[in-house]
């Protein structure tokens, strides 16, 4: 069946301008994550959503970066005024729940973003 | 200090041999645990998941030691095709306290 998806595979962005970065889940997942991934470096949680509801939006590193999910299922990371650092892999993935052991998550192959 | 913690690497082995890493935690309260491996340039994928009595799936074998708060994997029989980054994951609580291993870096020499 279909993997989680993710578009575009590659933004490159300049310094202050909006992007949105798209996530297709397997179907049926109810728990959605967005990851980001600096070169070299381990996974950095942002944000999950259990259906369409994100109850911890902690990992979000400042306001610029802000996230929603719609039906359920596609959602959408959206950065505003993009800054050099946040030039990364930004990773999305799903599972069947957030709880219950049923946490095992399929990845997307994740949209490498270059803000120059 | 890190709540989850594995020694980068790399480690360089030869085709055929057994090779083991761990991967420590700091928080007992951790419920779940997995293995995943990440190839250059590509997401991680699921490897397997550790349970309380420990695992196997082929060649490898995956270890929770709840005491001493690691979990381990061992890979017999090494192939090219395993070099990787391997990262573990540990879950406590909600699904916002899912927490990745920066990973530890295989190479099997030919």
């Known amino acids: 069946g279909a993997g989680v998806s993710q578009s575009p595979s590659n933004k490159v962005t300049e310094k202050g301008k909006d992007v949105e970065l798209r996530c297709d889940p397997i179907?049926?997942?109810?728990?959605l994550y967005w990851y980001r991934q600096s070169l070299g470096q381990g996974l950095e949680f942002l944000i999950y959503?259990?259906?369409?509801?994100?109850?911890?939006k902690s990992g979000l590193p400042s306001d610029r970066f802000s996230a929603e999910r719609t039906g359920g299922s596609v959602s959408t990371l959206t950065i505003q005024r993009t800054q050099q650092e946040d030039s990364a892999v930004y990773l999305c993935?799903?599972?069947?729940?957030?709880?219950?052991?049923?946490?095992?998550?399929?990845f997307g192959p994740g949209t490498r973003l270059t803000v120059t | 200090r890190k709540e989850v913690e594995q020694d980068p690497g790399p480690f360089n082995v030869p085709e055929g041999a057994t090779v083991a890493f761990n991967c420590t935690y700091s928080?007992?309260?951790?419920?779940?645990f997995f293995w995943y491996r990440q190839d250059c340039r590509k997401e991680p994928k699921l490897l397997m998941s550790?349970?309380?009595s420990g695992n196997e799936d082929g060649r490898f074998t995956a270890q929770l030691n709840r005491a001493s708060q690691y979990i381990s994997l061992l890979i017999r029989d090494s192939k090219l095709s395993d070099s990787a980054t391997y990262l573990c994951?540990?879950?406590?609580?909600?699904?916002?306290?899912?927490?990745f291993g920066s990973g530890t870096r295989l190479s099997i020499r030919p």
């Open positions: 993935a799903s599972s069947l729940a957030a709880s219950g052991g049923q946490h095992e998550q399929y």
């Open positions: 179907s049926g997942h109810t728990a």
């Open positions: 959503f259990q259906g369409n509801s994100a109850p911890d």
């Open positions: 928080n007992s309260a951790s419920q779940s």
């Open positions: 550790v349970y309380s």
């Open positions: 994951v540990v879950i406590r609580g909600s699904a916002s306290k899912i927490i």
